[in-house]
């Protein structure tokens, strides 16, 4: 029998109801909602060698039938893996300061392997850790995409996917002609996300259809709800100040085109379903996936977003991604503009890639390969992403020249001198601005 544990750091979101995710996420974020999507699946389908316990942060509201544990701190997680002989550990792979050196030096004494899902990109630096860490037997990224960014790095060896599990309901939606010109974005209001790349074609979207909405499903408290927000409670205040800059009236009021909706539930189906085209994170700086693409198709929208890892993998329609941001606003009119829509061929492409029949097999032969100590087969495969394709010919060469490192750390290198210098110019602005105002003038 497999004792596996997953390790849910839900502070944060300890006030929400998650008792079943079955019905869709209750507006938690997608990395916490895969986990327990995951756990609750494999408590309602299970394995007869597979024992799960989930180690909670907080117990709140979490899925029935799952067995959950509170464990507040690193602490109490390695001694509940010593308790309970866990024999695999997975954690999420969140953002920089997850998994971090005071994780491993917590469970340092465990005889537990590591499965790392990683929903968010790893940087260079990290994968170096990663690589070289025994008690890391798995990271598991959740695209082929987002896998093939660190194709040609030492960790790739330990490295799989697994696309997550889309176990949304199928709603009846309006047809795409009867719709109205309503446009939705889902997502967290942070800079990272792009929702400003939005706001700020919204004006030329706006003179192509004046009777267009924007429905703006989110907060800047999505996954922190601590985050101080600015002026008009929607996101952090110099964040908030730029995204709502280009939909503001004379009087400093957002224009009544715009609709700020706060977080969600299954209530956004009311927008979704009678939305023509849906924008999910217009930047891709960190789209590994895009659980909010997948909602958009299955309710019938038409989506469009920028070419990234996560949406090569789970959008139907490729002609959809945009290289630029710039050209945001005409993709979202040219769909504003089509008369229909084949949603059908999007909702058969989403639920036999990412259906729950398909998926947790793979978890299950994952936790067995782990369990068993064997080594990881990843394949190359192809790509559409043409930094990827420089990997794969990078790794290709590393075959014969064995010394060359990733192309990463080249990007990694390349990307702080750039940030150095930029911070410089920017201190040297701010210096420049005082000397004018108080010593010049």
Known sequence: MMKVAFYLTNRNIADKDCRNVLDGNPGIGGTYYAMLLLAQLISLRPETDVELVVFAESLGKLPAGVPCE??????ELSKKIETKKIDILVVNKIGKNTLDKSFFHAIRNNNVKVVIWAHCFISYPDLVRYAKNKKIFRIVAVGKEQLMTFCDHSAFKKSTYIYNICNYPIVKSVPFRERSNNVVYIGSIVSLK????????????????????LFVIGSGKLYNKNAKLGKYGIAEYFYEKKLLKPILDAKGSIIPSVHFCGIMGR??????????????????????FGFTAIEMQLAGCSVTTIKCPGYLDTIYDKKALYSDPSQLADFVIARLKQKKYDA??????VESEFSAEKILP?????????????SCETKIYNTLLESSIRKIKNRKLQLFCSFLP??????WIFGNIFYFFSRMVHIYDTI??????YIWT
């Open 362 to 374: 793979q978890w299950y032969a994952l936790f067995r390969e782990v369990y068993e100590g064997k």
């Open 432 to 437: 420049h601005k005082i000397i004018r105002r």
């Open 267 to 288: 209530e956004k189906y009311d927008i979704l379903k009678t939305a023509k085209v849906g924008v999910p994170n217009p930047s891709g700086l960190t789209e590994t």
């Open 194 to 213: 792009g929702l400003h790349l939005l706001t700020k074609a919204w004006p030329m979207i706006l003179k192509e259809f004046p009777d267009a909405n």
């Open 406 to 411: 990733s192309l990463m750390f080249y990007e």
């Open 344 to 349: 059908d061929s999007a909702i058969q492409f």
């Open 70 to 75: 509170q464990t507040e701190n690193l602490q």
